[in-house]
């Protein structure tokens, strides 16, 4: 399970509140849009080894969003081309090289959430947050699907899951409602 990281802002990134997230800064027109949305990849200053910045990170995700393909059977369904192996795919293989590197210099560290007892990765910057993000998708074959109402990514819990949250179902309800009020007073 990937923790929380929280920026120098104070905003946390969470996968279970920001499901995507990786998939999120790769969809972004340009890295400069990414760069400005979610700010700096690096907490401080890292050594020559980490010198890549926003736009080879998200040229990096970019080429990762290739392994999801459209579900021919469900029109707004991504899903995994396959079980990615490692050795077999060159965007696999950078996102493993790279957290293996971020493992080494304790950027991406293994800890203990003592309310669940469970193993937990712990993400020191963003940078780290969203590989391991990324490694988590492809290792967990996870699909997605963009929400009905804000368009966002997000990783349905049933087949049918329309919406990334209550409040996204809510609003395309007072949506369609509106419309159809709309088109009876227009008879």
């Known amino acids: 399970m990937l923790r929380t990281w929280v920026r120098d802002s104070g905003e946390r990134y969470d996968p279970s509140i920001v499901p995507a997230f990786w998939r999120r800064v790769a969809d972004q027109p340009s890295w400069q849009d990414a760069q400005s949305q979610f700010g700096p990849l690096d907490n401080v200053v890292l050594p020559e080894i980490w010198a890549e910045n926003w736009q080879q990170m998200h040229t990096r995700l970019g080429t990762v969003t290739k392994l999801w393909r459209l579900s021919a059977e469900d029109s707004t369904l991504y899903q995994p081309i396959a079980r990615i192996k490692v050795r077999q795919n060159a965007a696999a293989q950078s996102i493993h090289a790279a957290l ?3 493992i080494s210099q304790r950027l991406l560290t293994v800890g ?9 990765l ?3 910057s963003l940078r780290a947050f969203l590989l391991a993000d990324c490694a988590t998708a492809i290792g967990e074959a996870v699909s997605y699907r963009r929400c009905g109402q ?3 990514w997000f990783t349905p819990g049933r087949a049918d899951a329309r919406f990334c949250s209550a409040a996204c179902k809510q609003a395309a309800w007072a949506a369609r409602q509106a419309r159809l009020a709309t088109r ?3 008879r």
């Open 184 to 186: 009876s007073r227009d």
């Open 100 to 102: 293996l590197a971020m």
């Open 150 to 152: 804000c368009r966002e």
């Open 112 to 120: 203990i959430d003592f309310g669940t007892w469970r193993p937990e």
């Open 122 to 124: 712990r993400a020191d």
